[in-house]
Nanobody, 120 residues
Framework: QVQLVESGGGLVQPGGSLRLSCAAS????????MGWYRQAPGKERELVAS???????KYADFVKGRFTISRDNAKNTLYLQMDSLKVEDTAVYYC??????????????WGQGTQVTVSS
């Protein structure tokens, strides 16, 4: 069984910073593309940023220059450094990963989400 567990969310003032982490555990053979998504109340889930297992990154236009995605393949951990946070960044942030289990099964998995609230 594979688990993705996010951490690092919380309440921050506009202009502040937070760093999210997503730790993958279980019977994992290889992690492939990973990404952060977010979902605000009443809105659909949207892609924030993604990273391949070789380190190539993509960002949504609304976070370019403010957020940085990274990963530690040795630790099966994904990160999202969020700077210059805005009120509109308030959402539940989810980790997503494509991976191959030790049983040779390819799956796409989600974490349970972590709340990020930007408010003065």
């Amino acid at each position: 069984q594979v688990q993705l567990v996010e951490s690092g969310g919380g309440l921050v003032q506009p202009g502040g910073s937070l760093r999210l982490s997503c730790a993958a555990s279980g019977n994992i053979f290889t992690m492939y593309d990973m990404g952060w998504y977010r979902q605000a109340p009443g809105k659909e889930r949207e892609l924030v940023a993604s990273i391949t297992n070789s380190g190539s990154t993509k960002y949504a236009d609304f976070v370019k220059g403010r957020f940085t995605i990274s990963r530690d393949n040795a630790k099966n951990t994904l990160y999202l450094q969020m700077d210059s946070l805005k009120v509109e960044d308030t959402a539940v942030y989810y980790c997503n990963a494509d991976l191959r289990t030790g049983y040779g099964i390819y799956i796409n998995d989600w974490g349970q989400g972590t709340q990020v609230t930007v408010s003065s």
